[in-house]
């Protein structure tokens, strides 16, 4: 079955950074996009950035974009987050999710369990 | 960017009955661009329509996506105990890829 699994979030203090990973042990990630997505405490769900399957291509939101670096390692099966900057706006659980095959880029067939970001001082 | 609304924001059904969602696109999309997700509390969300009226595979086909344009509609035909959740439509046409703002479907 089809794993995602989230790590690196923790509490930080605003202007903090933190780096989250995503590792795909059981499908063959390097043939696959990848997306972040963020749920606010109690809000919706907020896409953040895509990246390709080779990392040629990639996309971030305005409220990331300049802060946040989507990266992937396909020989370690990872997709990582690097957040710089870190606002208490970005405290959220944060998802990787998986593009489905042949379907545009925020088609997204599997999520990790997320993993949470606190930025508090 | 593209504002996608849904309505209700929320709403009180029964079991067994049929529950109407729509999301409205601040501008024309594709429909092979508009996907719609489930999350229940506490988990990731859930794909269950993908190009505004293709069944996710292993999602019942009691979800019904359909629509054109700037408007689109899910429907449960008959709600059962598990589809009480919220909903989410999404537009990947365009960057910013954006969701609604959600529908909570809450037991009556």
């Known amino acids: 079955e089809v794993q995602l699994v989230e790590s690196g979030g923790d509490s930080v203090q605003p202007g903090g950074s933190l780096r989250l990973s995503c590792t795909a042990p059981?499908?063959?990630?390097?043939?696959?996009?990848m997306n972040w997505v963020r749920q606010a405490p109690g809000k919706g769900l907020e896409w953040l950035s895509y990246?390709?399957?080779?990392?040629?291509?990639?996309y971030y939101a305005d409220s990331v974009k300049g802060r946040f670096t989507i990266s992937r390692d396909n020989g370690k099966n990872s997709l990582y987050l690097q957040m710089n900057s870190l606002r208490d706006e970005d405290t959220a659980l944060y998802y990787c999710?998986?593009?489905?095959?042949?379907?545009?880029?925020?088609?997204?067939?599997?999520w990790g369990q997320g993993t949470r970001v606190t930025v508090s001082s | 960017d593209i504002q996608m609304t849904q309505s209700p924001s929320s709403l009180s059904a029964s079991v067994g009955d049929r529950v109407t969602i729509t999301c409205r696109a601040s501008?024309?999309?594709?429909?092979?661009?508009l996907n719609w997700y489930q999350q229940k509390p506490g988990k990731a969300p859930n794909l269950l329509i993908y190009?505004?009226?293709s069944l996710q595979s292993g999602v019942p086909s009691r979800f019904i996506g359909s629509g054109s344009g700037t408007d689109f509609t899910l429907t449960v035909t008959s709600l059962q105990p598990e589809d009480f959740a919220t909903y989410y439509c999404?537009?990947?046409?365009?960057?910013?890829?954006?969701f609604g703002g959600g529908t909570k479907v809450e037991l009556k």
């Open positions: 999710a998986r593009v489905k095959p042949n379907t545009p880029m925020g088609t997204c067939d599997y």
């Open positions: 059981r499908f063959s990630f390097s043939t696959y996009s």
């Open positions: 990246i390709s399957s080779s990392s040629s291509t990639i």
């Open positions: 501008q024309t999309i594709n429909s092979y661009y």
């Open positions: 190009a505004a009226s």
């Open positions: 999404q537009q990947s046409y365009s960057t910013p890829l954006s």
